[in-house]
């Protein structure tokens, strides 16, 4: 288990969020409110595709671990610029960039530790991927874990996971960040949280498709 804590740093506001990656997805359990608003309840907006029932769980696990970070921001605006800081590890990470951008990072990091029957998909990005992944870095982390994951799946097969199989895990999990977008709008003052949410839609769809989309681009890596 590992522990990240963030900063976001704006001319005359500070937030500190403490995100905790399980070493299998068991829920970050970061929210420290005790008050908890409808749209995190489970049957609110549920995606189409949660297995999930009232009897297992009252909350959307993501949604419940982002209760703080979209109250704080819902009145924020997309291209507040703030300084974002991480740490973990022993290690410092930092970058100057707009709310909207911070916010995707903290958003697929929070559902890649969440509970969500999805977000194993996304637990080697917690542990192994960038702090600030860019859309390339996206895409070999797509491709990579595919190869590792068939691997252990049958070290003896040599064969890739179906794409089709792999681009239905990615699609599902898109719908995961379409839930989540659906369940904000109803606190939402400004954009920052909707157009974050946004990004990470945009990558899991171009992800689906890693091979066709980029492979200019990673090929010139491998040459």
Known sequence: ??????????????????????????????????????????????????????????????????????????????????????????ETHTKRTDLQKALAYLYLAVLAASSCPYAALLAPLAKFGKPFPDILDILFYALSFRLVGSYLRDPNHSEVEGTALASGKIFALAQVFHGLLRRIKQSALSDANINALAKDIQLAYVAQYPQMVFRNQLEAYFA
């Open 1 to 90: 288990m590992s522990k990240r804590n963030y900063s976001l740093e704006f001319e005359d506001t500070r937030m500190d969020f403490h995100l905790t990656i399980p070493e299998r997805s068991a829920g970050s359990k970061v929210c420290s409110r005790r008050s908890i608003p409808d749209w995190a309840r489970l049957t609110c907006h549920q995606c189409s595709n949660c297995p999930l029932t009232g009897e297992n769980a009252e909350y959307c696990p993501p949604a419940y671990d982002m209760i703080d970070l979209i109250e704080h921001f819902a009145s924020f605006n997309s291209y507040d610029k703030v300084h974002l800081r991480m740490e973990t590890n022993g």
